[in-house]
T-cell receptor, first 116, second 112 residues
Framework: AQKITQTQPGMFVQEKEAVTLDCTYDTSDQSYGLFWYKQPSSGEMIFLIYQGSYDEQNATEGRYSLNFQKARKSANLVISASQLGDSAMYFC?????????????FGRGTSLIVHP | DTEVTQTPKHLVMGMTNKKSLKCEQHMGHRAMYWYKQKAKKPPELMFVYSYEKLSINESVPSRFSPECPNSSLLNLHLHALQPEDSALYLCASAPSGDQPQHFGDGTRLSIL
Protein backbone atom coordinates (compact mmCIF):
# COMPACT_ATOMS: atom_id res chain seq x y z
CA ALA A 1 0.00 0.00 0.00
CA GLN A 2 1.12 3.56 -0.75
CA LYS A 3 2.36 5.34 2.35
CA ILE A 4 2.01 8.78 0.75
CA THR A 5 -0.75 9.56 -1.72
CA GLN A 6 -0.87 12.68 -3.84
CA THR A 7 -4.00 12.49 -5.99
CA GLN A 8 -3.37 15.56 -8.16
CA PRO A 9 -0.82 14.87 -10.92
CA GLY A 10 -1.16 18.46 -12.13
CA MET A 11 -2.63 21.70 -10.83
CA PHE A 12 -3.10 25.13 -12.38
CA VAL A 13 -3.52 28.37 -10.47
CA GLN A 14 -3.76 32.03 -11.38
CA GLU A 15 -1.00 34.29 -10.11
CA LYS A 16 -1.84 35.85 -6.70
CA GLU A 17 -4.46 33.19 -5.97
CA ALA A 18 -4.15 30.54 -3.24
CA VAL A 19 -3.79 26.85 -4.08
CA THR A 20 -4.06 23.65 -2.01
CA LEU A 21 -2.02 20.56 -2.85
CA ASP A 22 -3.42 17.36 -1.36
CA CYS A 23 -1.51 14.71 0.55
CA THR A 24 -2.71 11.75 2.58
CA TYR A 25 -0.45 9.36 4.45
CA ASP A 26 -0.59 5.95 6.01
CA THR A 27 1.32 4.87 9.09
CA SER A 28 0.68 2.96 12.28
CA ASP A 29 3.44 4.81 14.13
CA GLN A 30 2.59 7.50 16.69
CA SER A 31 5.80 9.40 15.98
CA TYR A 32 6.43 10.58 12.44
CA GLY A 33 7.38 13.64 10.45
CA LEU A 34 5.60 15.11 7.43
CA PHE A 35 7.39 17.27 4.87
CA TRP A 36 6.79 19.15 1.67
CA TYR A 37 9.51 19.72 -0.92
CA LYS A 38 9.58 21.80 -4.09
CA GLN A 39 11.54 20.73 -7.16
CA PRO A 40 11.81 23.29 -9.97
CA SER A 41 12.69 22.17 -13.49
CA SER A 42 16.37 22.87 -12.70
CA GLY A 43 16.31 19.80 -10.45
CA GLU A 44 17.22 20.95 -6.95
CA MET A 45 14.99 19.67 -4.14
CA ILE A 46 13.99 22.46 -1.78
CA PHE A 47 12.57 21.82 1.71
CA LEU A 48 9.46 23.93 2.32
CA ILE A 49 7.72 22.96 5.53
CA TYR A 50 7.68 20.35 8.32
CA GLN A 51 4.95 19.03 10.61
CA GLY A 52 5.69 16.68 13.50
CA SER A 53 3.02 14.18 14.46
CA TYR A 54 2.78 15.61 17.98
CA ASP A 55 2.56 19.23 16.84
CA GLU A 56 -0.91 20.56 17.62
CA GLN A 57 -0.57 23.75 15.60
CA ASN A 58 -0.46 23.73 11.81
CA ALA A 59 3.01 24.59 10.54
CA THR A 60 3.50 27.85 8.63
CA GLU A 61 6.51 29.20 6.74
CA GLY A 62 5.88 32.48 4.98
CA ARG A 63 3.38 31.86 2.17
CA TYR A 64 3.32 28.12 2.91
CA SER A 65 1.09 26.48 5.47
CA LEU A 66 0.42 22.84 6.18
CA ASN A 67 -3.18 21.88 6.92
CA PHE A 68 -2.62 18.95 9.28
CA GLN A 69 -5.66 16.77 10.01
CA LYS A 70 -4.31 13.90 12.04
CA ALA A 71 -7.51 11.87 12.32
CA ARG A 72 -7.93 11.96 8.56
CA LYS A 73 -4.19 11.37 8.00
CA SER A 74 -4.08 14.40 5.77
CA ALA A 75 -1.26 16.95 5.34
CA ASN A 76 -2.25 19.37 2.61
CA LEU A 77 0.04 22.20 1.52
CA VAL A 78 -1.52 25.62 1.07
CA ILE A 79 0.37 28.22 -0.96
CA SER A 80 -1.06 31.70 -0.58
CA ALA A 81 -0.63 34.49 -3.13
CA SER A 82 0.91 32.26 -5.82
CA GLN A 83 3.86 33.60 -7.78
CA LEU A 84 5.18 32.59 -11.20
CA GLY A 85 8.27 31.19 -9.47
CA ASP A 86 6.07 28.71 -7.62
CA SER A 87 5.70 26.68 -10.82
CA ALA A 88 7.42 23.40 -9.97
CA MET A 89 6.90 19.80 -8.87
CA TYR A 90 5.81 19.47 -5.25
CA PHE A 91 6.46 16.32 -3.24
CA CYS A 92 4.82 15.33 0.03
CA UNK A 93 6.98 13.04 2.17
CA UNK A 94 6.85 11.23 5.49
CA UNK A 95 9.45 9.73 7.77
CA UNK A 96 8.33 7.05 10.19
CA UNK A 97 10.07 4.25 12.05
CA UNK A 98 7.72 1.41 11.23
CA UNK A 99 10.67 -0.78 10.25
CA UNK A 100 12.79 0.11 13.27
CA UNK A 101 14.72 2.89 11.53
CA UNK A 102 13.31 6.13 10.19
CA UNK A 103 12.74 5.73 6.46
CA UNK A 104 11.62 8.64 4.30
CA UNK A 105 8.89 7.98 1.74
CA PHE A 106 7.89 10.35 -1.06
CA GLY A 107 4.60 10.73 -2.86
CA ARG A 108 4.44 10.77 -6.66
CA GLY A 109 4.30 14.54 -6.73
CA THR A 110 2.02 17.28 -8.05
CA SER A 111 3.10 19.50 -10.91
CA LEU A 112 1.96 23.07 -10.23
CA ILE A 113 1.75 25.65 -12.99
CA VAL A 114 1.10 29.27 -12.08
CA HIS A 115 -0.49 31.36 -14.85
CA PRO A 116 0.09 35.11 -15.14
CA ASP B 1 23.37 28.25 -2.39
CA THR B 2 22.85 24.77 -1.03
CA GLU B 3 24.42 23.65 2.27
CA VAL B 4 24.91 20.17 0.86
CA THR B 5 27.51 20.12 -1.89
CA GLN B 6 27.55 17.43 -4.55
CA THR B 7 30.26 16.87 -7.13
CA PRO B 8 30.39 16.50 -10.03
CA LYS B 9 27.26 18.21 -11.30
CA HIS B 10 27.32 16.19 -14.51
CA LEU B 11 28.95 12.86 -15.31
CA VAL B 12 29.05 10.85 -18.50
CA MET B 13 30.61 7.42 -18.27
CA GLY B 14 30.84 4.20 -20.17
CA MET B 15 29.55 0.91 -18.83
CA THR B 16 33.04 -0.33 -17.97
CA ASN B 17 34.20 2.81 -16.15
CA LYS B 18 34.63 3.32 -12.42
CA LYS B 19 33.69 6.68 -11.00
CA SER B 20 32.59 8.18 -7.69
CA LEU B 21 30.02 10.74 -6.67
CA LYS B 22 30.83 12.93 -3.69
CA CYS B 23 28.60 14.64 -1.14
CA GLU B 24 29.66 16.98 1.65
CA GLN B 25 27.80 18.77 4.45
CA HIS B 26 29.08 20.81 7.38
CA MET B 27 25.83 21.23 9.31
CA GLY B 28 26.64 18.52 11.84
CA HIS B 29 23.84 16.34 10.50
CA ARG B 30 24.00 12.68 11.58
CA ALA B 31 21.81 11.17 8.86
CA MET B 32 22.88 11.13 5.20
CA TYR B 33 21.05 9.73 2.19
CA TRP B 34 21.51 8.76 -1.44
CA TYR B 35 18.56 8.89 -3.84
CA LYS B 36 18.11 8.07 -7.51
CA GLN B 37 15.56 10.11 -9.44
CA LYS B 38 14.26 9.55 -12.94
CA ALA B 39 12.55 12.37 -14.86
CA LYS B 40 9.06 13.26 -13.60
CA LYS B 41 9.28 10.61 -10.84
CA PRO B 42 9.77 10.91 -7.08
CA PRO B 43 13.23 10.25 -5.66
CA GLU B 44 13.92 6.60 -4.86
CA LEU B 45 15.80 5.98 -1.65
CA MET B 46 19.01 3.99 -2.15
CA PHE B 47 21.02 4.17 1.08
CA VAL B 48 20.81 5.76 4.52
CA TYR B 49 23.75 6.37 6.83
CA SER B 50 23.11 7.09 10.48
CA TYR B 51 26.07 8.18 12.62
CA GLU B 52 28.39 7.10 9.80
CA LYS B 53 27.00 3.56 9.74
CA LEU B 54 24.95 2.14 6.90
CA SER B 55 21.49 1.68 8.34
CA ILE B 56 19.38 1.15 5.23
CA ASN B 57 20.15 -0.40 1.85
CA GLU B 58 17.05 -0.49 -0.29
CA SER B 59 18.08 -3.59 -2.27
CA VAL B 60 20.40 -1.58 -4.48
CA PRO B 61 22.54 -3.53 -7.01
CA SER B 62 26.13 -4.08 -5.95
CA ARG B 63 27.41 -1.94 -8.82
CA PHE B 64 26.53 0.97 -6.49
CA SER B 65 28.75 1.04 -3.41
CA PRO B 66 28.30 3.70 -0.72
CA GLU B 67 30.96 4.91 1.65
CA CYS B 68 30.88 7.31 4.59
CA PRO B 69 34.51 8.21 5.45
CA ASN B 70 33.49 10.68 8.16
CA SER B 71 30.48 12.55 9.47
CA SER B 72 30.68 15.22 6.76
CA LEU B 73 31.34 13.12 3.67
CA LEU B 74 29.35 10.60 1.71
CA ASN B 75 30.57 8.90 -1.44
CA LEU B 76 28.83 6.70 -3.99
CA HIS B 77 31.19 4.48 -5.96
CA LEU B 78 29.99 3.41 -9.38
CA HIS B 79 31.22 0.42 -11.38
CA ALA B 80 29.90 -1.39 -14.44
CA LEU B 81 26.71 0.64 -14.60
CA GLN B 82 23.91 0.00 -17.07
CA PRO B 83 22.15 2.51 -19.34
CA GLU B 84 19.07 2.34 -17.10
CA ASP B 85 21.19 3.77 -14.28
CA SER B 86 21.18 7.12 -16.07
CA ALA B 87 19.38 9.48 -13.68
CA LEU B 88 19.74 12.38 -11.27
CA TYR B 89 21.49 11.25 -8.09
CA LEU B 90 20.61 13.28 -5.05
CA CYS B 91 22.38 13.41 -1.72
CA ALA B 92 20.64 14.68 1.40
CA SER B 93 21.38 15.14 5.08
CA ALA B 94 19.24 15.64 8.17
CA PRO B 95 19.90 16.23 11.88
CA SER B 96 18.20 12.90 12.53
CA GLY B 97 15.95 10.46 10.72
CA ASP B 98 12.67 12.16 11.59
CA GLN B 99 13.77 15.67 10.65
CA PRO B 100 13.63 17.55 7.30
CA GLN B 101 16.30 16.68 4.78
CA HIS B 102 18.54 19.20 3.08
CA PHE B 103 19.36 18.21 -0.47
CA GLY B 104 22.32 18.87 -2.70
CA ASP B 105 21.82 20.02 -6.28
CA GLY B 106 22.42 16.50 -7.54
CA THR B 107 24.64 14.80 -10.11
CA ARG B 108 23.16 14.16 -13.53
CA LEU B 109 24.60 10.82 -14.59
CA SER B 110 24.52 9.50 -18.15
CA ILE B 111 25.67 5.98 -18.98
CA LEU B 112 26.71 5.42 -22.57
Amino acid sequence: AQKITQTQPGMFVQEKEAVTLDCTYDTSDQSYGLFWYKQPSSGEMIFLIYQGSYDEQNATEGRYSLNFQKARKSANLVISASQLGDSAMYFCAMSDASGGSYIPTFGRGTSLIVHP
Amino acid sequence: DTEVTQTPKHLVMGMTNKKSLKCEQHMGHRAMYWYKQKAKKPPELMFVYSYEKLSINESVPSRFSPECPNSSLLNLHLHALQPEDSALYLCASAPSGDQPQHFGDGTRLSIL
